[in-house]
């Protein structure tokens, strides 16, 4: 009889476990410590989602994939939540994985995943706003200017007044675009001292690209990672033609943490453009390797840009 009550016992003492090691994983992650929370959720989240507080694990392990910024991994497991779960748990894992589907250019998934959370939920304020800029997000990852311009007008009707830092967000997903005329629907609500505006104001002519220049590189000499001024140089030289300013502010950008892909290709094409210039000065021939490496090697000592053009222009063609 002893031996049948330790062992009626032993479901109940694992359950406290498992509820302890959630509180400790919980508590890890308030605390910013985001990896050991989540070696803490695989290590003990139960296997199955019929056992009780598997949601509550499910839901901290979804925060901690956004935090850790792992969106792979929480669409592989939407794709395996039970039809029948919570429906507080079937509107967070919409929300993350709408997220995550974002996060891997996956705009038309995301957007599916986001109609279902909007029209099927009673959202509250602030997560119906959240949902509604990730749809316009989700329009500007497909680059398609017309639709997000649209969904952004929506947006602006619904959500009055509207605050500085989506019409900032708004105004920077167009310039993104190249559609300066629509972004400028927002240029009174934008925060004069932000670099949106400023760079808003240099691609409609409201101010010339040499004085935002010399504006981003005051704001630089004092904050050397502020990203968005040194990618503001970069469009500022690319207005000016100014090729050897551009492949500096790019190198900048790109030493920059988050740096996008999109720099990188930007830079490459940079370079190649700079060494086609210096190789015809020097009348060097397409296919012929071993001068354009040692006009690359001289360039070295005397012009360190150019040179870095030169190797990129042998990385890229050179057999």
Same mark, same amino acid.
């Given at each position: 009889?002893?031996?049948?009550?330790? $062992?009626? $016992?032993?479901?109940? !003492?694992?359950?406290? @476990?498992?509820?302890? !090691?959630?509180?400790?994983?919980?508590?890890?992650?308030?605390?910013?410590? /985001?990896?050991?929370?989540?070696?803490?959720? @695989?290590?003990?989240?139960?296997?199955?989602?019929?056992?009780?507080?598997?949601?509550?694990?499910?839901?901290?392990?979804?925060?901690?994939?956004?935090? =850790?910024?792992?969106?792979?991994?929480?669409?592989?497991?939407?794709?395996?939540?039970?039809?029948?779960?919570? %429906?507080?748990?079937?509107?967070? /894992?919409?929300?993350?994985?709408?997220?995550?589907?974002?996060?891997?250019?996956?705009?038309?998934?995301?957007?599916?995943?986001?109609?279902?959370?909007?029209?099927?939920?009673? $959202?509250?304020?602030?997560?119906?706003?959240?949902?509604?800029?990730?749809? @316009?997000?989700?329009?500007?990852?497909?680059?398609?200017?017309? +639709?997000?311009?649209?969904?952004?007008?929506?947006?602006?009707?619904?959500?009055?007044? $509207?605050?500085?830092?989506?019409?900032?967000?708004?105004?920077?997903?167009? %310039?993104? +675009?190249?559609?300066? =005329?629509?972004?400028?629907?927002?240029?009174?609500?934008? *925060?004069? =001292?932000?670099?949106?505006?400023?760079?808003?104001?240099?691609?409609?002519?409201?101010?010339?690209?040499?004085?935002?220049?010399?504006?981003?590189?005051? @704001?630089?000499?004092?904050?050397?990672?502020?990203?968005?001024?040194?990618?503001?140089?970069?469009?500022?030289?690319?207005?000016?033609?100014?090729?050897?300013?551009?492949?500096?502010?790019?190198?900048?950008? %790109?030493?920059?943490? *988050?740096?996008? +892909?999109?720099?990188?290709?930007?830079?490459?094409?940079?370079?190649?453009? +700079?060494?086609?210039?210096?190789?015809?000065?020097?009348?060097?021939?397409?296919?012929?390797?071993? !001068?354009?490496?040692?006009?690359?090697?001289?360039?070295? =000592?005397? *012009?360190?840009?150019?040179?870095? !053009?030169?190797?990129?222009?042998?990385?890229?063609?050179?057999?």
């Amino acid at each position: 009889m002893r031996t049948l009550v330790l $062992l009626n $016992l032993l479901p109940l !003492s694992f359950a406290a @476990v498992a509820a302890d !090691s959630l509180s400790v994983a919980q508590q890890l992650n308030q605390a910013g410590a /985001s990896h050991l929370a989540y070696a803490r959720v @695989v290590r003990d989240q139960p296997e199955k989602p019929e056992v009780a507080g598997w949601y509550d694990w499910e839901s901290l392990r979804l925060t901690l994939l956004s935090d =850790t910024h792992r969106p792979a991994e929480i669409i592989a497991r939407a794709k395996h939540y039970p039809k029948n779960a919570p %429906l507080e748990f079937q509107q967070k /894992s919409l929300g993350h994985a709408a997220w995550a589907h974002l996060e891997t250019q996956q705009g038309v998934a995301a957007r599916a995943l986001l109609g279902r959370l909007i029209w099927r939920f009673e $959202l509250n304020p602030a997560d119906h706003q959240w949902a509604r800029r990730l749809v @316009v997000r989700s329009y500007l990852i497909e680059h398609k200017a017309d +639709e997000a311009y649209r969904a952004m007008l929506r947006y602006q009707q619904d959500f009055q007044p $509207l605050p500085k830092e989506v019409a900032a967000e708004f105004a920077q997903g167009l %310039l993104r +675009e190249d559609r300066a =005329t629509e972004a400028m629907t927002w240029l009174a609500e934008l *925060d004069p =001292t932000r670099p949106t505006t400023l760079a808003l104001q240099m691609k409609v002519g409201l101010i010339t690209p040499e004085a935002a220049i010399a504006q981003a590189r005051a @704001v630089l000499q004092k904050q050397p990672t502020a990203m968005a001024y040194a990618a503001l140089i970069a469009d500022g030289a690319e207005m000016l033609k100014d090729n050897r300013m551009q492949i500096g502010a790019l190198e900048q950008l %790109l030493g920059l943490p *988050d740096a996008a +892909e999109l720099t990188e290709a930007q830079l490459w094409r940079a370079y190649l453009k +700079e060494a086609q210039s210096l190789g015809n000065r020097a009348q060097l021939l397409q296919g012929d390797d071993a !001068s354009w490496l040692a006009l690359a090697m001289l360039a070295e =000592t005397s *012009d360190t840009l150019g040179a870095r !053009s030169l190797f990129a222009y042998v990385a890229q063609h050179g057999a």
